[in-house]
């Protein structure tokens, strides 16, 4: 069974900066890629930005140029740097990953951490 845990988020200003991690843990033979997604009270949730393996990144169009994801693929752990933050960043934010198993891959999610942003 893979897992991943999350740790990071709180309350900020905005303008402020937090930092949310995941780390994943379990029997797998990769877990690809890593990514974060949100969802806001009352919205669907959407996709933040996503990394592979080998580096390559996606972001929402809402958060490039302010939020940094990162990943450390001998640890399995995904970080997103979040600075220069908005009251609409204000979102239960999960971890997500691709996990590679011997019967398939597994899409597999943390249990969410609350970010708030006060304004």
């Known amino acids: 069974q893979v897992q991943l845990v999350e740790s990071g988020g709180g309350l900020v200003q905005a303008g402020g900066s937090l930092r949310l991690s995941c780390a994943a843990s379990?029997?797998?033979?990769?877990?690809?890629?890593m990514g974060w997604y949100r969802q806001a009270p009352g919205k669907q949730r959407e996709l933040v930005a996503t990394?592979?393996?080998?580096?390559?990144?996606t972001y929402a169009d809402s958060v490039k140029g302010r939020f940094t994801i990162a990943r450390d693929n001998a640890k399995n752990t995904v970080s997103l740097e979040m600075n220069s933050l908005k009251p609409e960043d204000t979102a239960v934010y999960s971890c997500?990953?691709?996990?590679?198993?011997?019967?398939?891959?597994?899409?597999?999610w943390g249990q969410g951490t609350q970010v708030t942003v006060s304004s």
């Open positions: 990394v592979t393996r080998t580096g390559r990144t």
């Open positions: 997500a990953a691709e996990a590679h198993l011997l019967n398939g891959i597994r899409p597999t």
């Open positions: 379990g029997t797998m033979f990769r877990i690809d890629p």
